[in-house]
């Protein structure tokens, strides 16, 4: 079955450490997506990537940085500058523009 | 610059009872609109979709949303709801050749009564 993965489903950082959330897809999309989704919000756009080894900043990138060095994978690095990193992390690619944005089951991360 | 607006952020059903969830968006172009849905700890699961042509479509588990130009807005019903409708809906909305970047709504968590 196509679909996309997201690991760790729980992840603990410890103040000053840098944690990467892994995504993984096999529907052959082009585009992938990182959104944060806080308790109680909607989900806003972190990073995107529309072709391998391209990406661009969404509106909360700040703390945050990716890469795309391959079509199925578009992982993404909490770093210590984001100072609230506490959230609900959920990855998504679509396979072009104007068409729906499938998800992942999303990586809860928490500070300890 | 676009938003998008759920006004509701809770809503509470009776089982067997009808649903309408409201959407209202600010775009400047011709919008594409989603829904979608989203239980406890899981990823969004698209139940509809518009892009363009007859303004009523259908999704799935038996939802259907209208898009109204004139009002801008995109509201998603369920003539009858079953407990497994419990979840929260997000509307989302973009703009073609953007980069197909969504813009979402806050949400509305829907809690259906026995």
């Known amino acids: 079955d196509g679909g996309i993965t997201q690991s760790p489903k729980y992840l603990f950082r410890k103040e000053g450490q840098n944690v990467t959330l892994s995504c993984e897809q096999n529907l052959n999309h082009d585009a992938m997506y990182w959104y944060r989704q806080d308790p109680g919000q909607g989900l806003r756009l972190i990073y995107y990537?529309?072709?391998?080894?391209?990406?661009q900043k969404g509106d909360i990138a700040e703390g945050y940085s990716v890469s795309r060095e391959k079509k199925e994978s578009f992982p993404l690095t909490v770093t210590s500058a984001q100072k609230n990193p506490t959230a609900f992390y959920l990855c998504?690619?679509?396979?072009?523009?104007?068409?729906?944005?499938?998800f992942g089951d999303g990586t809860r991360l928490s500070i300890l | 610059a676009q938003s998008v607006t759920q006004p509701d952020i809770h809503i509470t059903v009776s089982e067997g009872a009808s649903l309408e969830l409201r959407c209202n968006y600010s775009y400047g172009a011709t919008p594409y609109l989603f829904w979608y849905v989203q239980s406890p700890g899981q990823g969004l699961q698209l139940l509809l979709k518009?892009?363009?042509?007859?303004?009523l479509v259908q999704g799935i588990k038996g939802f259907e949303a209208e898009f109204k130009r004139s009002q801008s807005s995109f509201n998603l019903r369920k003539p009858s709801v079953h407990w497994s409708d419990a979840a929260e809906y997000f509307c989302?909305?973009?703009?073609?050749?953007?980069?197909?970047?969504?813009?979402f709504g806050g949400g509305t968590r829907v809690l259906v009564k026995p």
């Open positions: 998504a690619s679509s396979i072009g523009d104007a068409q729906p944005q499938h």
């Open positions: 989302a909305v973009g703009v073609q050749a953007a980069g197909n970047k969504l813009t």
């Open positions: 990537s529309q072709i391998v080894n391209d990406f």
């Open positions: 518009y892009f363009s042509g007859d303004t």
